[in-house]
């Protein structure tokens, strides 16, 4: 009985999906001028955007875990993503990499961890939860400056969408995901952590950079070829998804299928048309404006739901704890916006000249175009890689800080 209904469940999904994909193929058969444009949008938007923050950060990761550095950095990373998130301190690195770059960078990252049994099931599971972040820049600029023309809310809303981040990933660990269970990582996590915790972490870290580039064992010339390789075509499959999805959104507001519910729709869908068709509705509270973009950047839209599903289906990564996790930080962004609201006004008024100041200079690079993508990330790509360095510093120097801690405890 239970087979019968799966199958059934199984050919109505199928026959859902292939009705979608005729109906779009007919959209665009009838409106070919918008499918271009909007296929053209999409192909600009991962060019300009995607492509120059996300290639160096995912051909380095690659390099890292076949030398062993990455698994190194995890040795010094342990005390803080272990007393955080109960995460073993690889974390640390995708973690650190998302913020920057943003998503779905940390998921790739974390389906790479996982590939080379560096993370448990559960624990990557709830690693890709906690990494899906939206970069401080797309945030800023992006949101703040090019479609709100301030960059001070734009700050607002990246530090609650942070902090609901760190709430929400500080709950999952304390839940029925983050339970112990059996190691099949390459190291085991509770030795390694009783190891960094008796001796020194800087030994621990060389000794474990040394077993892992042995396991590894491949030559740089193969492993650089490699890690270009998985890179370029990672970003191609976003590229595509990128293309679709804005095709898709494009073709049902020209044939006025959403109606009303377009709002809906490009929220739901696709993150930057949603956050854009948001900012245009001019009804709405500015409170209520700010929460709901607050959600909607939490969830992170369908679009970037596919990518991570695309980039952890080679793994046994499931899908569901990252959707329920994606709602669950829409739910508290939306909740901390409220109330959060007037005590970061107060402490964003002291800024106020130098974000002023900046949001001057970049809306003018954002002013001719309504999603912005004028602003091109290949020339911002070295105060990325700074601010990079300095989040991995400052997470280390905190991780020494509190093993030095519990020494004395």
């Known amino acids: 009985m239970q087979n019968g209904a799966s199958q059934f469940h199984s050919r109505l999904v199928t026959l859902a999906l292939g009705a979608m994909a005729a109906f779009l193929v007919i959209m665009i058969i009838l409106f070919p001028d918008s499918a271009f444009k909007s296929s053209l949008e999409g192909l600009t938007l991962w060019w300009k955007l995607i492509f120059p923050s996300m290639l160096p950060y995912l051909i380095l990761t690659e390099l890292l875990i076949g030398f062993g550095a990455l698994q190194a950095i995890g040795v010094l990373f342990y005390p803080l993503t272990r007393l955080l998130f109960r995460l073993p301190g ?9 913020f920057i770059v943003g998503f779905p960078t940390g998921a790739k990252i974390t389906a790479s961890l996982r590939e080379n049994k560096l993370l448990t099931r559960r624990e990557a599971e709830r690693l890709v939860a906690l990494t899906h972040l939206c970069s401080p820049l797309f945030l800023i600029t992006i949101v703040g400056v090019g479609f709100l023309q301030n960059a001070q809310l734009g700050l607002l809303l990246a530090i609650v969408h942070y902090l609901s981040a760190v709430v929400v990933g500080i ?46 064992g491949r030559a740089f010339g193969k492993l650089l070829g490699d890690a270009v390789t998985g890179s370029v075509q990672t970003l191609m499959l976003i590229g595509g998804y990128i293309m679709i999805f804005s095709v898709m959104l494009n073709v049902l507001t020209v ?88 005590p970061l006004q107060h402490l964003i008024n002291s800024a106020a000249p130098s974000l002023a100041q900046f949001g001057t200079s970049t809306a003018q690079h954002t002013a001719s175009n309504s999603l912005g993508l004028q602003i091109n990330l290949w020339s911002y790509w070295p105060l990325m890689f700074l601010g990079w360095c300095l989040l991995l510093g400052t997470m280390i120097a905190l991780a020494l800080l509190l093993k030095q801690f519990h020494k004395q405890a």
């Open 171 to 216: 709950l999952i660990s304390r839940s029925k995901m983050g339970r112990a269970e059996k190691a099949d990582a390459l190291v085991d996590n509770d030795l390694s952590a009783k190891s960094s915790l008796k001796s020194s972490l800087w030994r621990k870290s060389l000794d474990t950079m040394r077993v892992a580039y042995l396991h590894d």
């Open 255 to 342: 044939s006025r299928i959403s109606g009303a519910f377009q709002l809906l729709t490009s929220g739901i869908s696709e993150i930057h048309l949603g956050a854009y068709a948001l900012v245009q509705t001019q009804d709405i509270p500015l409170l209520l404006q700010m929460a709901l973009l607050s959600a909607i950047l939490a969830w992170g839209g369908l679009a970037v739901h596919a990518q991570v599903g695309g980039m952890i289906y080679q793994t046994d990564i499931r899908y569901m704890p990252f959707f329920l996790a994606r709602i669950l930080h829409a739910i508290t962004a939306f909740l901390l916006t409220f109330l959060l609201w007037k």
């Open 90 to 98: 690889v974390g640390g690195w995708a973690l650190a990499s998302a």
